[in-house]
C-alpha cells in the first residue's frame, strides 16, 4: 500500500532533489537484418529500427507527462553490429554507421548504442572491419555509440585489442578535433560487458536478449545526497541504512516507468539499471555525495571506502525493490560529467591513480576523462590494460572512456555540452610501455580457486 507519505516523499525527490529517469532504452534485434550486400543491409537496418521504434519517444513523452516523473533521454540499443554485418564482406561499415545514425534521427532518441564488437578471444573478419570503422563512423554520425569488449574473467584480456584500441582512440580524436574530440566520448572499451546496459556510450542488444526489450535507466545522485545530509552524524552502518532504503525508493520509481513504458509500447520489460549517474548540474554529483558521508574533497584519503559502502547499499536497496536489476547498477564516476569531481580536480586532490583505485569498487570504470592530446598511443592502451585488469581479477564490469583532447594540455578544459559536461585535462604518466604493449597476445585468465 503506497501512503500519503510515499507520495509526498517522490513529489520532493523529482522537484527538489534532481530525481530522474536518465533513460528509457529500447533493445532490438538486428539479427535478422544481414546480408551480403551493405546497402540492403543498411535498407533492412534502417526499416527496421524506424519501424520498432517509432513510437519510443512519443509515449516516453506522454508517461513523463502523465506521471509528472522527468525522463531525461530515450535511447536505442542494437544488436552488435559486427555480428549483423558479418556476411557482408564490404571494406568498411561506416554506411552501416550513418544508416543508424539515420534512423536514430528519424525517430528522435537521443543516442543510439551497439556500433560494436565483443572481441575477448580474438577477432572475426567483422569485428576487424568494425573495429577499423569507428574513427570515420564516430566522425560522420551524430549520436551513434560504440563499445568493444576485450576481456573477460573467464577468457583473459586480448592484449592485441587493447594495442588497436590506443590507435582507434589517437585517431577518433584527431578525425573529432574540431569539436573538443568528442568521438572519444560515445567509444567504450570493455571488460565484462553487460548485455542489457541502458546507458551510454556502451549500450548494445545482447545476442542473449529478446527481439525487442525496454530497459530503464534511473537516477538520484541528489536524492542520495539529501538523504546522507538529513541522516546528521550517524554511524555509518545507519548512513548505510539509510542510503539503502533511499535506493529502494529510487528503484521504486524506475519500475514503475518501466512497466508503463512496456504497457504501452506492447514490448517486454528487460531490466532496471539502477546506477547513480551523475550530471554537470549542481546538486546531481557523485563526488557530493561522498563529501556528504565526511570526506573535505572527493579524491582524498577515504574516498575508496566511503564509495564503496555506496555502491553497497544502493545495489542492495535497487534488489529489494525490483525483481529485475540488471545493466550496471551502482554509482557512476565519469569525470566531465560529475560537477563534484570536476571541481576535485580542478583542486588538484583527485587523480588518476585515486580514480583507478575507486574503479574498483564502482559500477564501470575510467570514465568521460579527458587526457593531453599529445598521449603516446601505446600509453592509452596500457591505461586500458589496467583498468580492464581490474574487471577481470575482480569478475566485475569495468571500462575506459577517455578523451586524448587534440592540442590540449593538462591543466586545459575541453567543453561537449550537454549532459556530456566539461572536464579539465588530467595529467598523466607517460613512462614508455611500449615494450609491454607490443608483445601483444592474450593474457590468461585468472585463476579464482586461490582466492586470498
Known amino acids: 500500500m503506497i501512503s500519503s507519505r510515499d507520495i509526498l516523499q517522490t513529489i520532493q525527490m523529482i522537484h527538489e532533489e534532481h530525481l530522474d529517469i536518465r533513460t528509457i532504452t529500447m533493445g532490438i534485434s538486428l539479427l535478422d537484418c544481414g546480408s551480403d550486400d551493405i546497402n540492403t543491409l543498411c535498407t533492412r537496418i534502417y526499416d527496421k529500427i524506424t519501424k520498432n521504434a517509432e513510437r519510443l519517444v512519443r509515449t516516453g513523452e506522454e508517461i513523463e507527462r502523465d506521471l509528472g516523473i522527468p525522463i531525461i533521454n530515450k535511447r536505442i540499443s542494437v544488436t552488435p553490429i559486427s555480428i549483423v554485418a558479418a556476411a557482408c564482406r564490404a571494406p568498411s561499415f561506416v554506411p552501416v554507421a550513418q544508416a543508424l545514425d539515420r534512423a536514430a534521427q ?5 543516442f543510439l548504442g551497439g556500433f560494436s564488437a565483443l572481441v575477448h578471444k580474438g577477432y572475426t573478419q567483422g569485428d576487424h572491419t568494425l573495429i577499423a570503422s569507428i574513427p570515420e563512423a564516430l566522425a560522420s554520425t551524430q549520436v551513434v555509440c560504440s563499445s ?44 565484462n560487458v553487460p548485455e542489457d546496459n541502458p546507458f551510454m556510450a556502451g549500450a548494445f542488444h545482447g545476442v542473449g536478449e529478446p527481439e525487442s526489450v525496454i530497459n530503464v535507466g534511473v537516477s538520484g545522485p541528489g536524492v542520495v545526497r539529501a538523504a546522507v545530509e538529513r541522516a546528521g552524524d550517524c554511524d555509518l552502518a545507519t548512513l548505510a541504512e539509510i542510503i539503502k532504503r ?11 516507468v518501466a512497466n508503463e513504458a512496456s504497457a504501452r509500447l506492447g514490448v517486454p520489460f528487460g531490466i532496471v539499471d539502477l546506477s547513480l549517474a551523475p550530471t554537470p548540474a549542481v546538486g546531481d554529483s557523485v563526488a557530493h555525495i561522498l563529501e556528504a558521508m ?16 555506496l555502491n553497497d547499499a544502493v545495489k542492495k536497496g535497487g534488489v529489494m ?17 560529475d560537477a563534484g569531481m570536476v571541481d576535485a580536480v580542478r583542486a588538484g586532490v583527485l587523480k588518476l591513480d585515486k580514480l583507478e583505485a575507486m574503479t574498483a569498487v564502482c559500477s564501470v570504470g575510467l570514465d568521460m576523462i579527458a587526457i593531453p592530446g599529445d598521449t603516446p598511443e601505446e600509453v592509452i592502451s596500457a591505461v586500458i590494460a589496467d583498468e580492464i585488469s581490474i574487471g577481470v581479477a575482480n569478475n566485475k ?15 586545459d578544459e575541453v567543453s561537449f555540452g550537454g549532459l556530456l559536461g566539461a572536464a579539465p585535462v588530467m595529467d598523466l604518466c607517460t613512462s614508455s610501455p611500449a615494450k609491454l604493449i607490443s608483445r601483444g597476445g592474450r593474457i590468461p585468465a585468472p585463476i579464482h580457486s586461490l582466492r586470498n
Not at 573477460?152 to 590506443?166: R, Y
Not at 533511499?246 to 514503475?256: E, H, M, N, P
Not at 525493490?321 to 560529467?337: R, W
Request: aromatic residues 4%; glycine residues 14%.
Open 106 to 110: 528519424t525517430v528522435g532518441v537521443n
Open 148 to 191: 568493444v569488449n576485450v576481456a573477460t574473467t573467464k577468457a583473459g584480456i586480448n592484449m592485441d585489442a587493447v594495442a588497436e584500441m590506443g590507435r582507434v582512440i589517437k585517431k577518433t580524436a584527431y578525425l573529432t578535433r574540431d569539436s573538443g574530440s568528442i568521438g572519444c566520448a560515445k567509444l567504450v572499451v570493455f571488460a
Open 246 to 256: 533511499t535506493a529502494f525508493k529510487i528503484t521504486r520509481v524506475g519500475q514503475l
Open 294 to 309: 565526511g570526506l573535505a574533497c572527493c579524491g582524498g584519503a577515504g574516498t575508496t571506502a566511503a564509495l564503496a559502502m
Open 321 to 337: 525493490a525490483s525483481n529485475h536489476v540488471g545493466g550496471l547498477s551502482g554509482a557512476f564516476i565519469p569525470v566531465s560529467e
Open 397 to 411: 564490469t569495468t571500462a575506459c572512456r577517455l578523451i586524448p583532447a587534440y592540442g590540449l594540455k593538462a591543466g
